[in-house]
């Protein structure tokens, strides 16, 4: 079994560019360690009276290149660890989309499926006010990830708003549209994905319409990646959450799989389809397959049994280095996370410009310039895989860690 430590795999990512890069030491030393890392415990009452303390964290990985940026997740199984990795994640990300934002993640370890609404909104104000000594928006700005929403994302600009005494939508992003939040942001990481998806089925001279796409994760990104990789003509024949998924040769029926989950919680159980688990579907025959939901699901105990000639790594980190090192070397068009899921922070990025100006996008002019900002960087990628001779991962890695190293170098050290 291969054991799947993602710090680790952060740094060995960082390691093999930083050889390629030839960076001094002093300066790998730098970008493999985290700038700071805030750990708090969070008392929170919940619904039955009783007081559960909470483990959180705020890791912010660089600053070098402007205020850090990234999600905030809430998981029963998430670690320090894998926070550090995921802040490392995004510096690269906001490099490689040349955004001018660091990087770093905030995580809680709570189950949020358990939790009411009242004791969620009462775990994000308290990590709020724990975390805010770090926060603000020329410091740190979240955004969702995984099972967060644009509803916790109000709450924590409330209660930041509340200890300023003034209202500061930018503080966060990933907001209800009613407080400043930008038009396009909710489904902008799934059309990252399905413009990057596009690009690379053009590049392989593969018709992205009439493709055929398993899709792991019916979430934020996965769900929204079925409906636009749909309307544009491919064929979503399986979708999954963490219960198993559904699975249907001839495409499935989304709207049936929507109304299932908004009745049940769960894709299971949508009239017409097989239900398959998902190590099935990652070994589906299809076009494109997308991991779009945790990381370490393809690893190298199940790599040789994914057949699919393109993966779009929508999740952050949802292949091992290995894993992905046999797929690169077995000709998959792999797209990697730091690429693939870039939409996101962009539009975070968007919604940020737009907060600090009190200026308000129409949504069409978002999506251009979100398509404007892929394609640059896609196409940027490509190049530079095609003259070093290297794949996407390291290619995207060189021009991403490239960019904070010059950063560094053109700050200096102070004092
Ligand atoms: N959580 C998303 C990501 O991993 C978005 C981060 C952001 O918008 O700041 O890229």
């Keep these: 079994?291969?054991?799947?430590?993602?710090?680790?795999?952060?740094?060995?990512?960082?390691?093999?560019?930083?050889?390629?890069?030839?960076?001094?030491?002093?300066?790998?030393?730098?970008?493999?360690?985290?700038?700071?890392?805030?750990?708090?415990?969070?008392?929170?009452?919940?619904?039955?009276?009783?007081?559960?303390?909470?483990?959180?964290?705020?890791?912010?990985?660089?600053?070098?290149?402007?205020?850090?940026?990234?999600?905030?997740?809430?998981?029963?199984?998430v670690s320090l660890d894998e926070v550090k990795a995921l802040a490392m994640l995004m510096t690269w990300k906001c490099a490689l989309v040349k955004i001018p934002f660091g990087g770093a993640k905030g995580a809680?370890?709570?189950?949020?499926?358990?939790?009411?609404?009242?004791?969620?909104?009462?775990?994000?104000?308290?990590?709020?006010?724990?975390?805010?000594?770090?926060?603000?928006?020329?410091?740190?700005?979240?955004?969702?990830?995984?099972?967060?929403?644009p509803r916790v994302m109000a709450w924590i600009m409330d209660t930041y708003s509340m200890n300023m005494g003034y209202s500061v939508p930018e503080v966060v992003t990933g907001k209800p549209p009613e407080i400043g939040g930008s038009e396009g942001r909710f489904d902008a990481t799934a059309r990252g994905v399905v413009t990057t998806i596009r690009e690379a089925c053009r590049v392989q001279n593969r018709a992205f319409a009439g493709s055929t796409m398993a899709i792991q994760g019916a979430g934020n990104v996965g769900g929204n990646a079925a409906k636009l990789a749909a309307d544009l003509g491919s064929s979503v024949v399986a979708l999954s959450d963490v219960n198993g998924a559904v699975y249907n040769p001839r495409g499935l029926n989304l709207w049936a799989v929507a109304a299932r989950v908004l009745k049940t919680g769960s894709v299971l159980g949508t009239p017409g389809c097989e239900e398959i688990?998902?190590?099935?579907?990652?070994?589906?025959?299809?076009?494109?397959?997308?991991?779009?939901?945790?990381?370490?699901?393809?690893?190298?105990?199940?790599?040789?049994?994914?057949?699919?000639?393109?993966?779009?790594?929508?999740?952050?980190?949802?292949?091992?280095?290995?894993?992905?090192?046999?797929?690169?070397?077995?000709?998959?068009?792999?797209?990697?996370?730091?690429?693939?899921?870039?939409?996101?922070?962009?539009?975070?990025?968007?919604?940020?410009?737009?907060?600090?100006?009190?200026?308000?996008?129409?949504?069409?002019?978002?999506?251009?310039?979100l398509e404007e900002v892929m394609l640059t960087a896609f196409y940027r990628v490509l190049d530079i895989g095609s003259r070093r001779g290297v794949n996407l991962r390291v290619a995207s890695m060189v021009l991403a860690v490239d960019r904070v190293a010059k950063a560094i170098k053109a700050r200096g050290l102070f004092p």
């Design 277 to 369: 688990s998902n190590a099935e579907l990652l070994a589906l025959d299809v076009d494109i397959l997308v991991p779009a939901a945790l990381g370490g699901t393809i690893t190298m105990d199940n790599v040789n049994e994914v057949k699919a000639p393109i993966v779009a790594e929508a999740a952050n980190a949802p292949i091992t280095p290995d894993a992905e090192k046999a797929l690169f070397e077995r000709g998959t068009f792999v797209i990697p996370d730091i690429l693939c899921n870039a939409g996101g922070v962009t539009v975070s990025y968007f919604e940020w410009v737009q907060n600090i100006q009190s200026l308000l996008w129409k949504e069409e002019d978002v999506y251009k310039r």
């Design 1 to 77: 079994m291969e054991v799947v430590d993602q710090w680790e795999n952060a740094l060995r990512d960082l390691r093999e560019v930083a050889a390629l890069l030839e960076l001094p030491e002093e300066t790998v030393a730098v970008l493999s360690n985290p700038r700071r890392i805030l750990s708090v415990s969070l008392p929170v009452r919940m619904d039955d009276g009783e007081v559960r303390v909470f483990e959180g964290y705020r890791v912010q990985h660089s600053l070098d290149r402007g205020p850090a940026k990234g999600g905030l997740r809430y998981h029963p199984d």
């Design 108 to 149: 809680v370890v709570c189950d949020p499926d358990r939790m009411s609404e009242a004791e969620i909104e009462r775990l994000t104000r308290r990590y709020t006010a724990e975390v805010g000594i770090i926060l603000g928006p020329e410091k740190d700005i979240p955004a969702p990830d995984v099972n967060t929403n």
